[in-house]
């Protein structure tokens, strides 16, 4: 079973910046996709960006220029570098994998972090 972890999440001012990691645990033999979604008070989760494991990214137009996500397919590691930090960023984030094959070939199509509080204070 895979098994996701993140960290990095903070309380930061506006302007800032923090790097939140998700490291992925278990039998696992690839993973297509690595990526975040957020969620914030009353609203519905979104997008923030995601990555294949041959580096092709697709990231939200409202944090395009202030935010960067990497990955390291070897240590099974997503990053989201968040710069610039306004706070309408301020929301729980959530690691999401995709298209994941284990070891003993088995596939999950997705899976879900439990979250990271990221809040940006004005």
């Known amino acids: 079973q895979v098994q996701l972890v993140e960290s990095g999440g903070g309380l930061v001012q506006a302007g800032g910046s923090l790097r939140l990691s998700c490291a992925a645990s278990?039998?696992?033999?690839?993973?297509?996709?690595m990526g975040w979604y957020r969620q914030a008070p009353g609203k519905q989760r979104e997008l923030v960006a995601t990555i294949t494991t041959e580096g092709s990214t697709n990231t939200a137009d409202s944090t395009k220029a202030r935010f960067t996500i990497s990955r390291n397919n070897t240590k099974n590691t997503v990053y989201l570098q968040m710069n610039s930090l306004k706070p309408e960023d301020t929301a729980v984030y959530y690691c999401?994998?995709?298209?994941?094959?284990?070891?003993?070939?088995?596939?999950?199509?997705?899976?879900w972090g439990q979250g990271t509080q990221v809040t940006v204070s004005s």
């Open positions: 999401y994998v995709a298209s994941v094959v284990t070891s003993n070939g088995q596939y999950e199509v997705e899976v």
């Open positions: 278990g039998s696992i033999y690839s993973i297509y996709i």
